[in-house]
Each structure stands twice: as structure tokens, then as C-alpha cells.
């Protein structure tokens, strides 16, 4: 069973419908790597294994489960009914979760078993896994360096084999960026597509997804959490066809602009553009159009005007747990960096949050328009190497001054969170330092479809998944 440890979850689903392996087993190889992994890469938060067992001998494979007996992890910032859901904080240690989102009860109807939860940032800020309260997780392709974030843990799960699917989400670059460290598949879908209730409600910047290895996964993975759950405020239409069944058809020739040009104007590393080359070359020779061309990108100091719009979802994190625990958070209670952007968010007037608002409307408009003329955009997925642990941690004395930093990274990724568009990072190779290259595709509204197509197309010419870093 443990030779299943990079296998697909949708060869895996085979394996158990077919009867050549156990659910049980599964969660149990799962289980022992885990344990045998874990120690040195810190994916995990809290394991539920007991929990697994039982769901794993229960299962009776179905139609209408066709993920059953795969085992799946959640990110500790999303309700499971009886885990911790902490967001990677000290403060929210003891919030335990007496129901399960409804993207959680979705993929459990399709048959998915939950072994725990993984590891994020403090209230999912940066796009590095180094929280005071969990410890950092690390990249399983060079343990002193980071996954990404702020799904990290994930990445870093599936990355290593322990799964072959783990659950993130995205408000800023949080599935793309971890797995463009990693060497995964990371879609960010329309903003509505996946629900985020029962508690969570309409965020304009945020989206659910999963990490994978294959886009096949990818996209049965989408069929199953993507569709309208009774009391959503916003959601995207249902596709006309499943995407799995939109894999199975060639894109067409599409035309792809492709430009390294990001709103921050931050420094590229030679292997990131090396990547974009490649893919751009790569897409050429399969038919596509490509050519030189670039979204309007907003000036520098966006960030300022993003972090308006993003604090006060970290306010709000602060204060669920200021009601959690009878008082305001002490010294020791969150991170320096959570506490500048809560104190920032408690400053910012109903005005300047909806004249930010208004502000990042305009220019998804201005890009959207540019999609017009594109059925893509392909960009780096990252503007440097996975950093070095403990480089971007917002524990310094100018917190601030790390998420700044943490713009210079990824650059290129919380624009599309802004627009609401799909985007999703794809692998193409490895560079010279032994660590995965990425890049970013960038759909029009609403057309995962087209990115699935396309990444398909690229993984079927450049396959990545059989290389592994740990065995």
C-alpha cells in the first residue's frame, strides 16, 4: 500500500472500486506516512485518525461517491465537525468546530475521508507556513525552504506523498502560490463558484480548492465542490457541462497573451522567466497564439489599497476569537503581523473601505476588458524561489515591512483575486536549485474550463507528476 503514495486520488478511487485495495487500507498507509513524514515537514496540525477508520470501514463504493475511500486533508481555517480550526493562531487554539462546512459535508458525500487538518499561516496572511503556534511547515523538495502559503501545509501533505489531495483556499494567491512551490496543481476558481457556507458568507476576494498532482483531479475535484448550497449571497452559474467531461476536448487555438510584467514592478529570477519561456514556447508549438502583451496593471501601491480590503478579514478572525475568549488577544496571544493589519483594519473608516473597494472595481474592469482580445494570460507564478524559512515570517519588530515583502514573492497572483477570474499554476520543470518551476494561467471570467483544457494540454507534452522528492 505504500507504493500508493503518489498515485492519483482518482486511481486511487479505481484501485477501491475495483476491489485490488480497502478503503481502510488506504487510510491506514496514509496514516503510517504521515507519521513517518510528518516529524520532519510539519503538514499537519491535528489528525483524526480514529475518526478515518471508522469512515474508511463504513464506505461502500457508489456512483455517487466516485472519490470513495480517499483520503483528503482540510486546512485549519475552514470548520470540521469536531477538529480545531484555529487559522494558525494562539488565539483561536480552543475553537473547535461543532459542524462542517458545506464544501467538507460535499466532498465527504463523494466519498472522500478527512485524516486532519493541515497547517497555515496566522489568519492566512502571508504566502509563507511559519506560524508561532504550529511551528513552519517545509518544502518536502528542500526542508529549509518554504512550501508557500497560505496553503502550505496542504502542499507540502501532497507534495510528499502523505495524500494525494488536500483541501486549501485562496484570497490572495494561497492555493497558486504553495503549489507553485511545491510542483502541484493549484486552481483559484470564479469568485462564487464554490460556496464557503454555512458561517462564511460572500467574500469577494476569497475561493475554496484543493491541491493536486494531476488536473484530472483537479477537475473531478471541482465537480464536486462547485454549485450553489441554499442561502449564498453570490455564485457563479453552473457550467454547461462537468468539467470532467470538458477535459476530455481540445481547447482549440487560443490566444495567449504572455507577459512578465507584474502591478508591484518587482525584480524576476532568471528561472522564473526561464519557466515563462518555456511555457510560452511550449504552448506555441501546440498551435496556440502567442504574443507579447499585457493587462493594465495598476500602479505599486496597490498593495495599500488590497490590504484595506483584505485587513479587515483578518479583523474579523481577531474578534471571533476576542468573543471565544472573554477579552481582547494579550501580548503573546497573536503574531505581530496580525496585530498591525487588526490595528490598521480598526482604523480604516466604512469610507476608505468602500472607496477601496470601488477603487479595485474599476480595475477589474480595466482588466477584464483585456480579455477581450485573450482567451489567456500566461505570467511566472512566482517572481523568486521558494524563500528560505524564517525570510518572510512578519514576527520582526516592522511587521508590516514583511508583507511587503511577501509582494515582492508573488506578485502576480492577488490580482486575479481582485478580478474574481480563474487562475491556476501549472509545473514545468525544475530549476537549477532542485526545486519546482511554475507558471500562471489566467482565464476569462468564469472559464475554468479552458484552463483545465490548457493545463491538460501541458501536463500531457511536460509531464511532472512521476518525479517525487521524498520516497
Not at 97 to 124: C, D, H, M
Not at 205 to 230: H, I, K, Q
Not at 369 to 387: C, H, K, M
Not at 429 to 438: E, H, K, S
Request: charged letters at 20%.
Amino acid at each position: 500500500m505504500d507504493e500508493l503514495a503518489f498515485t492519483s486520488a482518482t486511481d486511487q478511487a479505481a484501485l477501491i472500486r475495483q476491489g485490488r485495495a480497502s478503503a481502510r487500507e488506504l487510510v491506514e498507509a496514509t496514516l503510517r506516512r504521515i507519521e513517518r513524514l510528518d516529524g520532519a515537514l510539519n503538514a499537519f496540525v491535528e489528525l483524526d485518525a480514529e475518526r478515518a477508520l471508522d469512515a474508511a470501514d463504513a464506505m461502500r463504493p457508489g456512483p455517487e461517491r466516485p472519490f470513495a475511500g480517499v483520503p483528503i486533508a482540510i486546512k485549519a481555517n475552514v470548520p470540521v465537525a469536531g477538529l480545531a480550526r484555529g487559522s494558525g493562531s494562539r488565539f483561536l487554539a480552543g475553537d473547535r468546530a461543532t459542524y462542517s462546512a458545506y464544501l467538507v459535508q460535499r466532498l465527504r458525500a463523494a466519498g472522500f475521508i478527512v485524516v486532519g487538518t493541515t497547517n497555515l499561516p496566522e489568519f492566512a496572511i502571508l504566502p509563507t507556513t511559519e506560524p508561532r503556534a504550529n511551528g513552519p511547515t517545509r518544502n518536502p523538495w528542500d526542508t529549509s525552504r518554504t512550501p508557500g502559503g497560505s496553503s502550505g501545509g496542504s502542499a507540502a501533505a501532497v507534495a510528499a506523498g502523505m495524500l494525494a489531495i488536500a483541501h486549501g483556499n485562496d484570497g490572495g494567491g494561497s492555493l497558486r502560490t504553495p503549489a507553485a512551490c511545491t510542483g502541484l496543481i493549484g486552481l483559484k476558481t470564479s469568485r462564487g463558484r464554490i460556496s464557503r457556507g454555512p458561517d462564511a458568507g460572500h467574500s469577494w476576494l476569497a475561493t475554496e480548492g484543493v491541491l493536486t498532482r494531476t488536473v484530472l483531479d483537479s477537475a473531478l475535484a471541482l465537480d464536486v465542490m462547485a454549485g450553489y448550497e441554499v442561502g449564498d449571497a453570490t455564485w457563479a452559474p453552473r457550467p454547461i457541462e462537468s468539467y470532467a467531461t470538458a477535459l476530455r476536448r481540445h481547447p482549440g487555438r487560443l490566444r495567449i497573451a504572455v507577459t512578465a510584467a507584474n502591478p508591484l514592478e518587482a525584480p524576476v529570477d532568471p528561472e522564473c522567466l526561464r519557466g515563462l519561456r518555456f511555457a510560452a514556447e511550449l504552448l506555441a508549438a501546440l498551435g496556440h497564439e502567442v504574443v507579447e502583451a499585457r493587462p493594465p496593471l495598476p500602479p505599486p501601491d496597490v498593495l495599500a489599497t488590497f490590504l484595506t480590503v483584505f485587513g479587515p478579514a483578518v479583523a474579523l478572525g481577531i474578534e471571533r476569537g476576542t468573543r471565544l475568549a472573554g477579552h481582547p488577544p494579550g501580548e503573546d496571544d497573536v503574531e505581530p503581523l496580525s496585530r498591525a493589519v487588526h490595528e490598521r483594519a480598526q482604523r480604516t473608516s466604512s469610507l476608505d473601505y468602500l472607496a477601496a473597494v470601488a477603487a479595485l472595481q474599476a480595475l477589474t474592469r480595466r482588466v477584464v476588458g483585456f480579455f477581450a482580445d485573450y482567451d489567456v494570460l500566461l505570467t511566472p507564478a512566482l517572481a523568486e524561489r521558494p524563500l528560505a524559512i524564517g525570510a518572510c515570517d512578519g514576527m520582526g519588530e516592522r511587521p508590516l515591512e514583511d508583507l511587503d515583502r511577501s509582494g515582492r514573492f508573488t506578485p502576480y497572483t492577488s490580482l486575479f483575486n481582485v478580478t474574481g477570474q480563474p487562475a491556476i499554476t501549472v509545473p514545468v520543470g525544475f530549476g537549477p536549485d532542485a526545486l519546482p518551476t511554475a507558471v500562471q494561467l489566467v482565464g476569462r471570467p468564469l472559464a475554468e474550463d479552458a484552463l483545465l483544457q490548457l493545463a491538460a494540454q501541458v501536463e500531457a507534452a511536460h509531464p511532472w507528476a512521476e518525479r517525487q522528492p521524498i520516497p
